[in-house]
C-alpha cells in the first residue's frame, strides 16, 4: 500500500478546510475538543485467543451513535487471516502530529497481535467498512530479534514505531520496531541495549521526550500472572526516559515497590507541558512524573489501598490497569480491574491530584453488578474518552491469561463495553444503562475486547509537535 | 522430555521416495515410516482425536490433520498452547520458556515445539493452560 495524495483526504477528517494545515488531525488539542463531533462508531479490538472458540480475533466496528438503529451494536468486522493473534493495543499511521503534513491521513490502523507478532494493517478509507490491507508476518518481525509488539504510535511523517515487549525468543530485551511510510518495517528505532523491559510510551517533541514504561518479558506475563515471577524480579518498575531525537535513553527513574509494573504512559496533551502520570498497577498506585531544570523526577499521588474479600488470604489490590487523560488536560480517568471502579481526578495541579468523582462497577467489589440484565463478570479495564470529555467508555478484558486468572467467568461469557457520561464543568460522572455492548454475543463465541479507538483522533493516540 | 532435541536426518523420506507410484498398488498398504508418531489428543470435555506427526511439533500435525488447537506465539514463550503429556515422550524442539520447571515435571508441555519421539497421548484445550493460573490473593 502506498500513503494517499492530499486528493483523497475528503470527509475523513473533521473541519479541517478552516485551517491552514493540510494534514491530520487538529492543530491543538483545544482545536480537538472544538472541531470534533460527537462518535458515531469506534473500533474495538476483540479477541477469541485463550478461549474454547476456534476463530481469529477481530477488529470490531462499533455504533456508538445513539441516533442510529443498530446503537451499541457491532455493525461490522474485519475478521483476521490467523488465530492466536490477541490483539490488544493499535494506532493510527497519522495523527495530529502530522498535521502539517499535506498529503497525509489517518486512515491506516496498525494491529499488532500481541501473542504471535504479526502485524495487521486495516484501511479505514471506509469508515463504516474498514478492510484489511496488509499483513507482516511474524518471521518479518523475528528478524529484527523483537517480538510481543504493544503501543504503536505514528511519530510524524507517516512513519510508525512499535514498542516491543520481547526478542525473538520472546525473553529480554525488548526495543522498538519502525514501519516506513508504506508501513512496512523498516528495522530497529533504537540502537540496541538501550533497555531490558518495555511495555507502553509516549513522546513529547516539544521537550525532545519520550517515556516508556514496564510490564515483563513474554514469557513471563504472557503464560499468565505468577508472584513468583514479582519476587524473582521478573516485573518492571521503572520509567525510561528518552532523547527522542537521539533515540537513547537519558535517564533511568526507579519507582521502586510502590511502582511496581507501571504501564500506560500519559503525556498532558498541551505540547507544552513536561508533565504525564503513569499507573503502577500491581502497586495500585499513579504516578506522576515531570521535568525540572534539566531533570525528570516521579512521585506517587495517589494510592488505592487494598480491600479484604471474605475467605481469600490477602487483601485484593485495585489493579489500576489503564488511565487517560482529557483531551481539555483538567481530569484524569482511570479504572481498577479488580475493585470495580471507574474513577476521574482533577488533575488541574497536576502535583496534587484531587478526586472528582467515581463509579462503582464491576469487579470484584462493584456496586452495579449487572447492566441490561448482563453479568458485567470483570472489571472496568482499557477506556477511551470522546474528545469532548462528555463520554467515557471501557471495555472489561485486560489479556487472556490474567482474564483467565482473575475473571475466569469471561471465558464463557466474553467480555462488554460499557459508557458513563461525563460532566467536565462538575467533575461527575454517571453510568448510562442504556449503552452495553455484549461481546458474548458473537456468532462464533464470546469474544473478549481491548482497546478502543475513535476513527478521527482520541485521547490516547494523538500527540502535537 | 525438555531437551534441545531437533532431528538432522529423515532417513523416512528417503525411504517413501522409493515407493512406485503404482496405481495398481492401493490395496498394498505403504509401510509405516518409522518415525511417524500416533498423537493421540484428548479434550476434558470426552472428545479425541487421533494425529500423525512425522518428525512434527504436535500443533503441525493437528493442523495437518485439520484438527484446531489452541496456540499463539509458536515459539514456545506465551503458553497458549500448553498441553499435558499422559502418555509416551515428547522433545521440545526450542526452549519452553513459557513452562516453569515444576510445570514440565507436571508433564506439561507446549504442543508449538514439542515433537513426539513415538507414540504419545497428550491432552489439549484452553482449559489445560489454566490449570497452570493461580489467583494469588484467593
Request: proline fraction near 8%; charged fraction near 30%; hydrophobic fraction near 30%.
Given at each position: 500500500m502506498s500513503q494517499p495524495d492530499a486528493s483523497e483526504q475528503a470527509g475523513t477528517e473533521q473541519a479541517h478546510e478552516h485551517h491552514d494545515h493540510a494534514g491530520p488531525g487538529y492543530m491543538t488539542p483545544q482545536a480537538a475538543i472544538e472541531e470534533s463531533t460527537p462518535e458515531r462508531r469506534a473500533y474495538v479490538v476483540a479477541n477469541h485467543v485463550g478461549m474454547d472458540v476456534d476463530a481469529p480475533d477481530f477488529v470490531a466496528v462499533v455504533d456508538v451513535d445513539p441516533e442510529s438503529g443498530t446503537y451499541g451494536e457491532i455493525t461490522d468486522r474485519i475478521d483476521l487471516p490467523n488465530m492466536g493473534d490477541e490483539l490488544h493495543h493499535f494506532g493510527w499511521n497519522a495523527c495530529s502530529s502530522s498535521c502539517h503534513m499535506g498529503g497525509l491521513e489517518r486512515r491506516y490502523l496498525v494491529v499488532p497481535g500481541n501473542r504471535s507478532s504479526r502485524i495487521h494493517v486495516v484501511d479505514t478509507k471506509d469508515r463504516d467498512h474498514p478492510e484489511l490491507a496488509s499483513v507482516i508476518e511474524p518471521e518479518e518481525v523475528h528478524e529484527h530479534d523483537l517480538s510481543a509488539p504493544h503501543t504503536v504510535h505514528c511519530i510524524g511523517g507517516g512513519t510508525v514505531v512499535i514498542s516491543m515487549l520481547g526478542d525473538a525468543d520472546g525473553d529480554l530485551p525488548g526495543g522498538f520496531l519502525e514501519l516506513d511510510d508504506d508501513l512496512n518495517v523498516q528495522g530497529r528505532w533504537e540502537p540496541p541495549g538501550e533497555i531490558d523491559f518495555n511495555y507502553d510510551y509516549w513522546y513529547q517533541p516539544r521537550h525532545n521526550a519520550m517515556v516508556s514504561s514496564e510490564w515483563a518479558a513474554p514469557k513471563t506475563y504472557q503464560p499468565g500472572f505468577d508472584m513468583d515471577d514479582v519476587e524473582a524480579g521478573n516485573y518492571g518498575h521503572e520509567l525510561q526516559f528518552w532523547n527522542w531525537e537521539d533515540r537513547t535513553v537519558e535517564q533511568t527513574l526507579d519507582l521502586g515497590e510502590e511502582g511496581m509494573i507501571p504501564l500506560e504512559v500519559r503525556f498532558l496533551h498541551s505540547p507544552e507541558h513536561a508533565h504525564g502520570f503513569v499507573?503502577?498497577?500491581?502497586?495500585?498506585?499513579?504516578?506522576?512524573?515531570?521535568?525540572?531544570?534539566?531533570?525528570?523526577?516521579?512521585?506517587?499521588?495517589?494510592?488505592?489501598?487494598?480491600?479484604?474479600?471474605?475467605?481469600?488470604?490477602?487483601?485484593?489490590?485495585?489493579?489500576?490497569?489503564?488511565?487517560?487523560?482529557?483531551?481539555?488536560?483538567?481530569?484524569?480517568?482511570?479504572?481498577?480491574?479488580l475493585h470495580g471502579d471507574v474513577w476521574m481526578y482533577d488533575i488541574s495541579d497536576p502535583a496534587n491530584p484531587r478526586r472528582a468523582d467515581s463509579l462503582s462497577v464491576g469487579g470484584y467489589f462493584g456496586d452495579v453488578q449487572e447492566v441490561q440484565g448482563r453479568e458485567l463478570v470483570a472489571g472496568p479495564q482499557m477506556l477511551q474518552l470522546s474528545l469532548d470529555g462528555e463520554r467515557l467508555y471501557w471495555t472489561t478484558s485486560l489479556y487472556s491469561t490474567w482474564d483467565n486468572t482473575f475473571f475466569p467467568d469471561e471465558a464463557e461469557q466474553g467480555s462488554v463495553m460499557l459508557k458513563a457520561d461525563v460532566n467536565p464543568r462538575r467533575g461527575t460522572m454517571t453510568l448510562d444503562e442504556e449503552f452495553l455492548v455484549d461481546f458474548g454475543e458473537v456468532p462464533e463465541g464470546p469474544a473478549r475486547a481491548h482497546e478502543i479507538r475513535w476513527p478521527d483522533g482520541d485521547c490516547t493516540s494523538d500527540v502535537w509537535m | 522430555?525438555?531437551?534441545?532435541?531437533?532431528?538432522?536426518?529423515?532417513?523416512?523420506?528417503?525411504?517413501?521416495?522409493?515407493?512406485?507410484?503404482?496405481?495398481?498398488?492401493?490395496?498394498?498398504?505403504?509401510?509405516?515410516?518409522?518415525?511417524?508418531?500416533?498423537?493421540?489428543?484428548?479434550?476434558?470435555?470426552?472428545?479425541?482425536?487421533?494425529?500423525?506427526?512425522?518428525?512434527?511439533?504436535?500443533?503441525?500435525?493437528?493442523?495437518?490433520?485439520?484438527?484446531?488447537?489452541?496456540?499463539?506465539?509458536?515459539?514456545?514463550?506465551?503458553?497458549?498452547?500448553?498441553?499435558?503429556?499422559?502418555?509416551?515422550?515428547?522433545?521440545?524442539?526450542?526452549?519452553?520458556?513459557?513452562?516453569?520447571?515444576?510445570?514440565l515435571d507436571d508433564g506439561y508441555v507446549l504442543t508449538c515445539i514439542a515433537v513426539p519421539t513415538g507414540d504419545c497421548t497428550v491432552e489439549v484445550g484452553t482449559d489445560v493452560q489454566r490449570d497452570l493460573l493461580v489467583n494469588p490473593w484467593q
Open positions: 499507573n503502577a498497577a500491581l502497586s495500585s498506585n499513579v504516578f506522576h512524573y515531570w521535568k525540572r531544570d534539566g531533570e525528570w523526577h516521579a512521585e506517587k499521588v495517589i494510592d488505592f489501598e487494598g480491600r479484604e474479600m471474605d475467605g481469600w488470604d490477602m487483601p485484593v489490590p485495585a489493579l489500576p490497569t489503564d488511565i487517560l487523560i482529557s483531551m481539555d488536560d483538567r481530569y484524569l480517568f482511570g479504572g481498577n480491574w | 522430555m525438555t531437551g534441545d532435541f531437533q532431528s538432522d536426518s529423515d532417513p523416512v523420506e528417503s525411504e517413501s521416495d522409493l515407493v512406485e507410484p503404482e496405481s495398481d498398488s492401493e490395496s498394498e498398504p505403504e509401510p509405516e515410516p518409522e518415525s511417524m508418531a500416533t498423537v493421540r489428543l484428548r479434550w476434558r470435555d470426552g472428545r479425541g482425536a487421533s494425529v500423525t506427526a512425522d518428525d512434527e511439533p504436535v500443533l503441525d500435525a493437528a493442523e495437518e490433520s485439520g484438527v484446531g488447537l489452541p496456540f499463539g506465539c509458536r515459539t514456545g514463550a506465551c503458553g497458549t498452547c500448553t498441553g499435558r503429556l499422559l502418555d509416551g515422550e515428547v522433545v521440545h524442539e526450542r526452549p519452553p520458556r513459557a513452562l516453569k520447571p515444576h510445570h
